[in-house]
């Protein structure tokens, strides 16, 4: 069956280490993988994007992985902030008019 | 960047009423509209896709006649949901893309909260 899967429990960090949140996926062939921030009742803003041909992507204090032999991703916030407090959702986009599945998401708490 | 708004942003019924959301694009045209259920705790599911000008395709298990979905112009799309049930609340979400080349991205609005009592 295809599934999407993420941290499920919460994640708490110390503020200023890196959060590394992981995105697993099976019977799925993405054409990209995103990365979204959603705050409590609000919608996801987009953060990245990684095509199925890139490695690596980074954006300031983010860092985006993407192993489609492992099918994994892997979101990393450096130097973590309590503001960086949110769930993050990871979406596979299967290339299919803009169709996005999403993982269940991981709440990530950073303490000061 | 993109905006995307809804309203309206939280909306309590009786059952058996209809409730009608709306999704605007704000400064971009969107030819393609989204729109998303997310219950407490769980992940964004897909109810459908709209196109301009052209009927919706829902997902599998979406009924079409409660989900009416209307995407009128470039900028507008609508939700409504029939003879709403308290099984109906949810924080419903829509999305909006342009077919502009190289943009794969997807702007979210900010959700319209429905409570059916």
């Known amino acids: ?112 | 960047g993109a905006v995307v708004s809804q309203h309206p942003s939280r909306v309590i019924c009786k059952s058996g009423t209809s409730v009608k959301i709306e999704c605007r694009s704000l400064d971009f045209q969107a030819t393609t509209m989204f729109w998303y259920r997310q219950f407490p705790k769980q992940s964004l599911m897909l109810m459908a896709t709209s196109n301009e000008g052209s009927k919706a395709t829902y997902e599998q298990g979406v009924e079409k006649d409660k989900f009416l979905i209307n995407h009128a112009s470039l900028t507008l799309s609508t939700l409504t949901v029939t003879s709403a049930h308290p099984e109906d609340s949810s924080f419903y979400i829509c999305s909006a893309r342009t077919d502009r080349v190289g943009t794969d991205t997807q702007y979210f609005g900010p959700g319209t909260r429905l409570t059916v009592l």
């Open chain 1, 1 to 112: 069956s295809q599934k999407i899967e993420q941290n499920s429990e919460a994640l708490n960090i110390q503020e200023g280490k890196t959060a590394t949140l992981t995105c697993n996926y099976t019977n799925y062939s993405p054409a990209y993988l995103q990365w979204y921030r959603q705050d409590p009742g609000r919608g996801p803003v987009f953060l990245l994007l990684i095509r199925e041909n890139e490695k690596e992507k980074r954006k300031e204090r983010l860092k985006v992985t993407f192993d489609t032999t492992l099918k994994q991703s892997l979101f990393h916030i450096t130097a973590s902030q309590p503001a960086d407090s949110a769930t993050y959702l990871c979406a596979l986009d299967l290339n299919q008019g803009g169709k996005l599945i999403f993982g269940q998401g991981t709440e990530l708490s950073v303490k000061p």
